[in-house]
């Protein structure tokens, strides 16, 4: 019985690491001839409206990546589990991600960069330490958790936030709307690895950048987005930015995707801007996460990492 690979991108890599990864299954391609009857699995990300319909012995969907919003408003989505990505490469970049820029800021990085470009040697300004700064993690889940350590070990002062209550030794973590505020009045760098869902849609707005700390060390609070773009409200960032509510912003992430080149976000002189590759789906380490839950599927044992479909992550 068939995986059957459903991307808007270039299958073939993915192709080539699946028949390595799952020579006991054919894998078909969407846009390609199979039979729709024989699909067991699918792995996609963005799937075409109708390319998931008419597939009756289909058992689950594989999102290639830890998000699941490009499935979420999918019309008429298989009654099936839905399996994202969690494992430790996807999580380990991501953490690299956070870290080098929550150190770019506490350096002032971008400042030095531009003496360079000026041939201008200031040696006077002392940086705070690591210890002197809060980061407030919003989306305490595999990836937040993951970043928090990291942090920690540099020696950042690190919270979280998190829907539903949680308890991770050597963390403060806050939850839901109630433990919004205290978490924003403790934070100089907020970070967001939040999923897209209706509740965290625009949730990165002007209303919540002025709750955050006004008395940090970094002179000002600052703003990395890791999560998804359609969380933060961009015209709201650039006032902000503007009017010194924020410092800075880091954007891995955007309203609209690829970043429209008429955007201001690409030229703003405190706006870090990356291509939405903070933590790719790399194939190979994919490939073998997939094989390894459709053989756990096959052994009997229950598929990990499961979307709740109802809370939308
Ligand atoms: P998890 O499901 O492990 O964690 C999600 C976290 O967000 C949980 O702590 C959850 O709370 C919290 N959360 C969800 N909704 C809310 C809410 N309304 N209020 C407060 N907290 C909320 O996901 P991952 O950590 O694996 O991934 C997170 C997201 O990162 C992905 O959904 C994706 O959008 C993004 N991502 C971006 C990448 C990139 O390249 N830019 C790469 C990979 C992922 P609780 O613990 O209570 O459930
Ligand atoms: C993901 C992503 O969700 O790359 O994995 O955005």
Redesign the pocket.
């Known amino acids: 019985m068939t995986l059957l690979v459903a991307l808007t991108w270039d299958p073939k890599p993915w192709v080539e690491r699946f028949r390595l990864h799952l020579p006991e299954h054919p894998i078909a391609v969407l846009g390609e001839d199979f039979d729709r009857s024989r699909v067991r699995y699918v792995a996609t990300w963005g799937p075409k409206p109708g390319s998931l319909s008419d597939l009756p012995a289909l058992e689950a969907i594989f999102s290639l ?5 490009h499935l979420m408003g999918y019309p008429n989505l298989p009654n099936v589990p839905i399996v ?1 990505v ?1 494992q430790d490469d ?2 380990h970049r ?1 953490s690299e991600y956070v870290v080098m820029h929550c150190l770019i800021h506490l350096r002032d990085q971008r400042r030095y960069d531009a003496d360079q470009r000026a041939k201008r040697w200031d040696s006077d300004r002392a940086p705070p330490i690591a210890g002197d700064v809060r980061v407030g993690v ?7 958790q993951d970043a928090a350590y990291k942090l920690k070990v540099m020696g950042f002062d690190v919270a979280g ?4 209550p ?1 308890s991770v030794e050597g963390f403060e973590i806050f ?2 709307e109630a433990g919004l505020d205290a978490f924003l009045a403790r934070t100089d760098i907020l970070v967001s ?5 209706p ?2 849609r625009g949730i990165l707005n002007l209303s919540l950048f002025r709750k955050l700390a006004r008395n940090g060390r970094l002179g000002g609070p600052i703003l990395i987005n ?3 773009g359609g969380s933060q409200v961009e015209a709201d960032i650039l006032a902000c930015l503007d009017d010194g509510t924020l410092k800075a912003a880091t954007l ?2 955007f309203e609209v995707e690829p970043l429209p080149q008429e955007s201001p976000l690409w030229t703003h002189p405190r706006v870090t801007v990356s291509p ?5 789906s790399d194939p190979e380490m994919t490939a073998r996460y997939i094989a390894g839950q459709i053989r756990r599927h096959e052994a009997g044992e229950p598929f990990q990492n499961v979307v709740d479909q109802a ?1 939308g ?1």
């Open positions: 990546g830890a998000g699941v919003d994202r969690s996807l999580t991501m919003m989306g305490f889940g595999a990836l937040g936030w998190s829907r539903t949680k939850s839901g690895l939040l999923p897209l869902t509740e965290t890791a999560g998804r891995d992430v939405h590759n903070s933590a790719v809370r992550y």
